[in-house]
């Protein structure tokens, strides 16, 4: 009887025991974050020399999620294929200079904006009496983008240009050098990025326009993810405020083609 009873007393320790376990690490596993990036995108998110990710947004995110208490993993995920990876949950947050649209809230969760960033377009230098998009558009130019971004998407605006896409905005600009496109556009950061650090291109191509659009980015979320966005939010708002934030964008020396919004 007694032997009975202490072996019931010793399974439902053991009992207790596992099921601790268990959810012990659930916990740990929803405490460490999966973070897409699209390592393409220099200075904001690249790969440097020692195939590490590395960037403005690389620095920027591990801040906002350490100092929300999580832990994270960071992936490198090609622009094409964020989007359904988040949505399909095979990541939780993504950064990449990614704009705040209307259209794309339908499908996705924002968090409060980190940057103010616009479109810039570079024109090659043989393509003579060009100071427009609109002149552009006139002599039927080919205007290289990369595909499905807000850069893309400002071109259609335009009747006339013969619009060129790439998988990443690196290529366009190769194309241009080759005479393969009149001209390219790109975010502000990563156009002028391109432009002082490329001989060729500063002796080839001219600045059309900087910042031709006002656009916002955001860190993407799942939309069923209201609570994460809650936390990521706070963070991100704190290293606004305190100033981290703008710290960042003057180590990577984002001058003036983008601006850190001021804390609401
Ligand atoms: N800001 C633009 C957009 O949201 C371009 C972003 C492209 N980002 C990238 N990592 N390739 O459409």
Redesign the pocket.
């Known amino acids: 009887m007694l032997k009975r009873y202490l072996l019931k007393i010793v399974v439902s320790i053991f009992c207790v025991w596992c099921l601790g376990c268990g959810q012990g690490s659930q916990e740990a596993k929803k405490n460490k974050l999966v973070i897409a990036i ?1 390592a ?2 220099v200075p ?2 690249f790969l440097n020399d020692e195939g590490a990710l590395d960037g403005f947004e690389v620095d920027l995110i591990k801040e906002v999620v350490k100092n929300a208490g999580f832990d994270y993993e960071l992936v490198n995920v090609e ?1 094409g294929g964020l989007f359904g990876g988040l949505i399909t949950k095979k990541f939780d947050l993504v950064i ?4 705040i649209l209307e259209e794309r809230k339908n499908r996705m969760a924002f968090s409060i904006p980190y940057l103010q ?1 616009g479109v810039a377009v570079l024109v090659r230098k043989d393509i003579q009496n060009v100071d427009s998009l609109e002149k552009l558009a006139e002599i039927n130019a080919i205007v290289g983008a ?1 595909i ?4 893309y998407y400002f071109l259609q605006k335009y009747e006339g240009i013969k619009i060129k896409t790439y998988e990443k ?1 690196g290529h366009a600009v190769i194309d241009m050098a080759n005479k393969g496109n009149d001209g390219v556009v790109g ?1 502000s950061v990563q156009v002028n990025y391109y432009f002082n650090k490329n001989e060729e291109l500063i002796q080839n191509a001219r600045f059309l326009g900087s910042r031709m659009t006002s ?1 916002l ?1 955001g860190i993407v979320l799942n939309k069923e993810n209201v609570e994460l966005k809650q936390k990521i939010d706070a963070s991100l708002m704190d290293l606004l405020e305190n100033g981290m934030v703008q710290k960042l964008h003057k180590k990577w020396s984002l001058g003036d083609f983008s601006v850190v919004p001021s804390p609401e």
């Open positions: 699209d393409t995108f904001m998110s622009w990449s200079s990614i704009t960033s990369q499905n971004t807000t850069s905005f975010d656009e980015y």
